[in-house]
């Protein structure tokens, strides 16, 4: 009897660890297919570099939606999720991005870029779309360093003129306001991580 218990009880463990097997490779994201898991976010935080030279590989649909959805996970003032998001894949339009910032003009070597808009008609909290809309990019671009992929922030807001700029090149409507456009695609250069870390700019209690 004691055998068989023990017998029984090896098989319920082994059940148990296949299930949980099953579960994971079940809930594996449709973009990893055969690459390595995505880093922890720590590791994520500390070795992400701006990347601006891309290879020819493209991204796919899934990782843009998975980069988008943790964007979307971004807090935000009163939970009002101001956000709005143009995907950019024509090459036509990423080739005028360069005539707009030229601190950008390497988007027409991208697959894609992702632009981020604050939605002033979803703004009920005083202001806050510009926290609520970085925050927002900062998750993604992170998001995208785990995943594999190289992307770099380019600056629209404040600056007046790169923001009526994109808005016309893109038709978006006068509620919008562009922030930032993310230019994201599989690496061709692995900037090294820096330690940032600053001491002297850390105070305690009081300045």
Not at 174 to 193: D, R, S, Y
Request: overall charge positive; charged content about 20%.
């Amino acid at each position: 009897m004691i055998g068989k218990a023990r017998r029984m009880g090896r098989r319920r463990v082994l059940g148990l660890l296949t299930g949980a097997v099953s579960t994971l490779l079940a809930a594996r994201p449709a973009w990893a297919g055969d690459k390595p898991a995505a880093m922890d976010a720590i590791t994520a935080i500390k070795t992400r570099r701006s990347v601006r030279a891309y290879t020819a590989e493209p991204v796919m649909d899934a990782q843009v939606e998975e980069i988008l959805r943790c964007g979307m996970q971004a807090p935000s003032a009163c939970n009002e999720q101001p956000w709005q998001f143009v995907v950019v894949r024509d090459k036509a339009i990423l080739a005028k991005v360069g005539g707009i910032n030229p601190y950008a003009a390497y988007a027409k070597n991208a697959p894609v870029a992702i632009l981020v808009a604050g939605d002033l008609s979803l703004d009920k909290c005083g202001g806050y779309w510009i926290e609520d809309t970085s925050a927002c990019a900062q998750n993604m671009l992170l998001a995208a360093h785990a995943m594999g992929l190289g992307a770099v922030w380019t600056g629209i807001y404040p600056l007046p003129e790169r923001v009526a700029a994109f808005r016309a090149l893109l038709k978006m409507p006068e509620t919008t306001t562009p922030m930032a456009l993310l230019v994201i695609g599989h690496p061709a250069e692995q900037p090294a991580p820096k330690d940032r870390y600053r001491p002297d700019r850390v105070h305690h209690d009081v300045w």
